[in-house]
């Protein structure tokens, strides 16, 4: 056997290890990168915030510390906010008063009421539609 058919027989060898070590590397990231898909993803609309009657002062509004609103409140005023599916958080302050008031949301799809009864409150209860 000549010295060029030996290095070539050696580099083939080769090639093939190489190309055989970076299919298991693909498949390796892939099987990574699929395998918490399902728990990382954002769930859209899961909470419903809405305001109380007869609720007119100026407050802002902070889900996840995203400010979702900031301004005069209206009883009509509507607002759908996207959730985290590990732990939620909404923060709501007065801006007249000052008073921040801060609650820890559920993780199922939740209708949150706004009040300022007595000092600001936050009620929740549960959603019986589905997520679209």
């Not at 993803?41 to 902070?62: C, E, H, T, W």
């Amino acid at each position: 056997m000549s010295k060029a058919t030996r290095f070539n027989r050696q580099m083939l060898a080769g090639t093939g290890i190489f190309a055989i070590i970076l299919l298991a590397c693909v498949f390796g990231m892939l099987y990574y990168s699929f395998q918490n898909h399902e728990d990382t993803r954002p769930v859209s609309n899961l909470y419903s915030i809405q305001f109380a009657k007869g609720f007119s002062d100026s407050v802002k509004v902070v889900v996840n510390d995203s400010v979702l609103f900031c301004g005069k409140a209206s009883d009509s005023l509507l607002i759908a906010a996207d959730g985290d599916p590990r732990q939620n958080m909404i923060s709501v302050s007065d801006i007249t008063s000052g008073e921040t008031f801060n609650k820890d949301l559920p993780v199922e799809p939740t209708v949150v009421r706004v009040g300022n009864e007595g000092g600001l409150n936050v009620e929740t209860s549960r959603m019986m539609s589905p997520i679209h």
